[in-house]
């Protein structure tokens, strides 16, 4: 899939700002290899420490969830870091990332996976309660969060566009 990219889109008209955009991006990446390191060391400790008890396959999903965040940081990495000494492959991961259709396109499916997400939160509010109070409690938290976001960012987005 050329082209596709989780919550992209941009506004930028050069390569120069293209370039502070990805150098941006980058920073977050940083942030993603850390949260991965964080989850990873936290599954070893819980795992050598002794001091908390987490079954096998909890220690596993956060291990694997960290490996996979710090692989994903630095794939995504080395590929910005290719991408913004090379000039030409700047320009069209430019113009691919200003097209207003792939805007558009990137935009619906985002509405699409929320409004997706919204209803599997409500049907575990309505149903994981049977099993356990705190997924029911857990998601009703879950959908509010998610509620008051949208509305905040609503908000804030309709004052400054």
Known sequence: MKGFCLFSGSKVTNNEEFRKQLQAKNKCLLGLILL??????A?????????????DYMLGVYCG????????GIVF????????????????ARLQVTDERNIEIGSRALR?????LLIVM??????????DPM????????????LIVY???????NKHM
């Open 36 to 41: 991965g390191i964080i989850s990873a060391a």
């Open 43 to 55: 599954a070893y400790y819980m795992e050598f420490s002794g001091k908390m008890k987490v079954d």
């Open 65 to 72: 969830i960290g490996v996979g965040l710090i692989c994903s």
């Open 77 to 92: 990495l080395i590929r910005n870091k290719r991408l913004m000494k090379d000039e030409e492959k700047l320009k069209e």
């Open 112 to 116: 699409m996976a929320a409004f997706v």
């Open 122 to 131: 409500y049907f575990a509010f309505l149903f994981g309660g049977l099993y």
């Open 135 to 146: 997924i029911s409690k857990l998601m009703s938290c879950m959908i509010c969060l998610f």
């Open 151 to 157: 509305a905040i960012a609503w908000r804030v987005l």
